[in-house]
């Protein structure tokens, strides 16, 4: 295919507002994009359908580029003839804001190089495959000389292109394509083009997360070649994504909840394949936007050097730790994440660990299509030897199945507590959907609002717990009488070092005991979150707090600080 077919074409989709119409004009892109016949790899069709989203390579791939816009823009002076210079370009730049109208605004063609770049203006016929094989060249070019290597070759591309052919060169180059072509309209032109299902496009994409593959495969062997397409180690697939949520909701909608500590670190997609001896080596770490970032995180490697045996790709979160191994805030992770240098030296100041809640692949089978917890027994398998409690395993992140509300705030304390960011609530029944931020994971909302309530009681605890208290009442001013009306009880979650020093707070204001039950004189406040307020004629105030959770004692306030039963009516209306 010629580049200014593809460049006729993507005018031609810009300009276009429909969206069905758009997936028409790249069907037919597809369609007309090399015949079957075509020898050399890859075939044009997997270059144009990674072009029209403006990619020259594959997502999966972390190669770039590496070209700064104003190497781009030295190569467009150049080839623009002899008058022109960078300043030119970005003057005019700064007039139009986009670079493929500069680039279209000149003439290109008859200037110095020619015999080795080729005739301009576009008249000889330049084709994808020849822009492709010169970006991918410039991609490789690196070391001393290497920016003037790549001025040398875009140049070439420029001296080569007509107006609507630079337009969309220089956009690809920069990654400023935008022609409104998404995921979505390059999935159902896939579909439309080659007459096959678009949902099992849609599974190809996600498990080869190659749009050029998958157009390649649908048009050459069709459904079953699709359906016949599976993940591959070392090659990283998207991250599946949460929504905000709240336990109300998850419990509500799922049987039962999967709840996990939710870490405060990176994302990161561990790929261990024991078969693979190439230079990469058999242990690759890519972050959520699927970038390598092996070299920078060794403590990873060493981990899976240590622990993984056979074939797997394992979904977790690396996490800064302190010499105790007690988490660090994110910030500090960011310093580690995508270092290139002095990798050593930087771990030395701050650690790494990494800790994993899904597995993708193991042992040469792809659990995409598994329910999370199969996924999760699974993982387990992978890290432990069998003989480990799950609890024991260095590395492994905890799910608890749960449909009680009281279970799911005492493990959300707890990770809170632990200096973790609260909890993920998922759907236990879920797959794995690569890319997608549905209502299977969600993150639990963090308060809105908080209240800051007098206690008013509690209750001994049993067992281990016998000598602490626990489930406070909590209760909020009413200004018009003066009284406390209750409003809930914070019952669980609190570690037992927290509860030894809230009995130690509260016993000296115990003002009667009957059985567990204790009646507390006003003059402790608590902050809690919750994560709504209810009408409830539980509580003596007319209001209950839903999924209550203490977040700290307030010890500025007296008890006549404390919130109000009018700020309650408020917030619940
Ligand atoms: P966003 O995903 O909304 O762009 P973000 O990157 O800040 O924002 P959040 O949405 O806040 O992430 O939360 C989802 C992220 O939480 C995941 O991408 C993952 O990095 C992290 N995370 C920590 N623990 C877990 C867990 N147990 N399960 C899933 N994700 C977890």
Same mark, same amino acid.
């Given at each position: 295919m010629e580049f200014a077919t593809f460049a006729d074409r993507a005018a031609a989709i810009e300009a276009e507002p429909a969206d069905l119409e758009i997936i028409e004009h790249v069907r037919d892109l597809l369609e007309d994009a090399g015949g079957s016949e075509e020898s050399s790899e890859p075939r044009t069709i997997e270059i144009v359908a990674r072009f029209v989203q403006g990619r @020259?390579? $594959? *997502?999966?791939?972390?190669?770039?580029?590496?070209?700064? $816009?104003? *190497?781009?823009?030295?190569?467009? *002076?150049? *080839?623009?003839?002899?008058?022109?210079?960078?300043?030119?370009?970005?003057?005019?730049?700064?007039?139009?804001?986009?670079?493929?109208?500069?680039?279209?605004?000149?003439?290109?063609?008859?200037?110095?190089?020619?015999?080795?770049?080729?005739?301009?203006?576009?008249?000889?016929?330049?084709? @994808?495959?020849? @822009?492709?094989?010169?970006? @991918?060249?410039?991609?490789?070019t690196e070391g001393e000389g290497s920016e003037d290597r790549k001025i040398d070759i875009l140049f070439g591309l420029f001296n080569q292109c007509s107006s609507d052919e630079a337009r969309y060169l220089a956009r690809l180059v920069l990654s400023e394509m935008r022609i409104g072509v998404g995921e979505g309209t390059v999935r159902d032109a896939i579909a439309a083009a080659f007459d096959v299902p678009e949902e099992r496009v849609e599974r190809a994409l996600q498990v080869s997360n190659d749009y050029g593959e998958v157009a390649q495969v649908a048009r050459e062997k069709g459904l079953e070649g699709l359906d016949a397409m599976d993940l591959e180690v070392g090659r990283p697939v998207q991250a599946m994504l949460a929504q905000a949520g709240t336990v109300t909701d998850a419990l509500e909608e799922w049987e039962e909840v999967a709840v996990e500590w939710k870490y405060d670190g990176a994302r990161i997609q561990l790929h261990h394949d024991p078969a693979d001896n190439s230079s990469g080596g058999e242990i690759r770490v890519f972050s959520r936007n699927m970038e390598d970032v092996t070299d920078a995180l060794p403590e990873v490697v060493e981990y899976a050097e240590e622990t993984l045996e056979g074939p797997a790709i394992l979904d977790g979160e690396v996490v800064a730790v302190d010499d105790a191994g007690e988490p660090l805030p994110f910030q500090e992770v960011l310093k580690r994440f995508r270092r290139k240098h002095d990798v050593e030296k930087a771990r030395e100041d701050v650690a790494v660990r990494p800790v994993f809640f899904d597995c993708l692949h193991a042992d040469g089978e792809d659990l995409l299509e598994e329910p999370l917890t199969t996924r999760h027994e699974r993982l387990e398998g992978v890290l432990t030897d069998g003989e480990d409690r799950p609890e024991d395993v260095d590395g492994l992140s905890l799910l608890w199945l749960t449909d009680d509300p009281d279970e799911i705030e005492s493990i959300d304390a707890e990770a809170l507590e632990s200096g973790h960011e609260g909890i993920m609530l998922k759907n236990p029944e879920s797959t794995y959907s690569p890319g997608r931020r549905g209502k299977n994971w969600r993150k639990r909302k963090p308060d809105v609002e908080t209240l800051d309530c007098v206690v008013t009681g509690a209750e001994w605890g049993e067992g281990r717990r016998a000598t602490f208290l626990g489930t406070f009442e909590l209760s909020v001013r009413n200004e018009s009488t003066g009284e406390l009306e209750t409003v809930g009880k914070v019952a669980t979650g609190i570690t037992d070092e927290k509860l030894a020093e809230l009995t130690e707070l509260l016993e000296p204001h115990i003002a009667a005991e009957e059985g567990q039950e204790v009646e507390i004189e006003p003059a402790v406040v608590f902050e809690v979150g919750y994560e709504e307020i209810q009408s409830s004629p539980t509580y003596s105030s007319g209001y209950a707090l839903r999924f209550p959770r203490f977040v700290a004692v307030r010890d500025d306030k007296e008890t006549v600080d404390a919130d109000t039963l009018e700020r309650v009516e408020r917030l619940q209306s």
């Open positions: @020259v390579f $594959p *997502a999966w791939d972390s190669t770039t580029l590496d070209i700064g $816009p104003s *190497a781009c823009y030295a190569a467009i *002076a150049r *080839a623009a003839g002899q008058n022109v210079d960078s300043d030119d370009v970005e003057d005019r730049l700064a007039d139009v804001g986009e670079i493929g109208e500069v680039a279209a605004s000149y003439e290109f063609g008859g200037q110095q190089g020619l015999d080795a770049f080729g005739a301009g203006n576009g008249s000889d016929d330049l084709t @994808v495959r020849e @822009v492709y094989d010169d970006l @991918v060249d410039l991609a490789a």
